[in-house]
């Protein structure tokens, strides 16, 4: 059974910087796809990140591009989302999500597992 256990959200200044870190567990993750997903209030979730385990290939939404980089350590089988330059806009409950497929996938229906999420704010 795969669990997936978010940390690191809180509340922040527009311009200040967090780390979420995700700490995964129940599987060898070596053939995952790891990525963050976020969901504010009234809105869909939507995709924010995505790094395939094995070779570190990476994906970004447009909107984060620049500011926020996801990233893994394998002797510790966490995967993280540094995010710097936060604005108000990214307020937003933030999830890490596992996909047992090997292709680098943005679709929330192509993740098989879900954290429980973690909050973080952005003040203006």
């Known amino acids: 059974q795969v669990q997936l256990v978010e940390s690191g959200g809180g509340l922040v200044q527009a311009g200040g910087s967090l780390r979420l870190s995700c700490a995964a567990s129940g599987r060898t993750f070596s053939s995952f796809v790891l990525g963050w997903f976020r969901q504010a209030p009234g809105k869909e979730r939507e995709f924010v990140a995505v790094i395939r385990w094995s070779d570190y290939s990476t994906n970004y939404a447009d909107s984060v591009k620049g500011r926020f980089t996801i990233s893994r350590d394998n002797a510790k089988n966490t995967l993280y989302l540094q995010m710097n330059n936060l604005k108000p806009e990214d307020t937003a409950v933030y999830y890490c999500?596992?996909?047992?497929?090997?292709?680098?996938?943005?679709?929330?229906?192509?993740?098989?597992?879900w954290g429980q999420g973690t909050q973080v704010t952005v003040s203006s």
């Open positions: 999500a596992a996909s047992a497929g090997s292709r680098v996938v943005v679709s929330r229906q192509d993740y098989d597992y």
